[in-house]
């Protein structure tokens, strides 16, 4: 069974670049038709997608974040990481990474990053 898990800094300053890490256990990130994605939820919102990887590195990102979001990913340790530059406090939020096919199969458990000074 696949399981993801979040890491990184949970507390950025303004107009700082975040960064979150998922490392996958139990599967490839390079198995072929699945895509990693990372999903967002700020207080009091609903769930955000912010962008995926594919199984061969091709990247997608939602048009609202795609000028400060970058996804890559490191084959060798199985993880693949965002980053978001110049973050104001509305990017705080619970930051989620997912694996997709044809849905969000699996998720990982959500990491809070806050965004303040």
């Known amino acids: 069974q696949v399981q993801l898990q979040e890491s990184g800094p949970g507390l950025v300053e303004p107009s700082q670049a975040l960064s979150r890490t998922c490392t996958v256990s139990?599967?490839?990130?390079?198995?072929?038709?699945?895509?990693w994605s990372w999903i967002r939820q700020p207080p009091g919102k609903g769930l955000e997608w912010m962008g995926v990887?594919?199984?061969?590195?091709?990247?997608y990102y939602n048009p609202s974040l795609k000028r400060r979001s970058s996804i890559s990913r490191d084959t060798s340790k199985n993880q693949f990481s965002l980053q978001l530059s110049s973050v104001t406090p509305e990017d705080t939020a619970v930051y989620y990474c997912?694996?997709?096919?044809?849905?969000?199969?699996?998720w990982g458990q959500g990491t809070q990053v806050t965004v303040s000074s």
């Open positions: 139990g599967g490839s990130i390079t198995a072929n038709y699945y895509a």
């Open positions: 990887i594919g199984y061969d590195g091709s990247t």
């Open positions: 997912a694996r997709e096919r044809s849905d969000f199969d699996s």
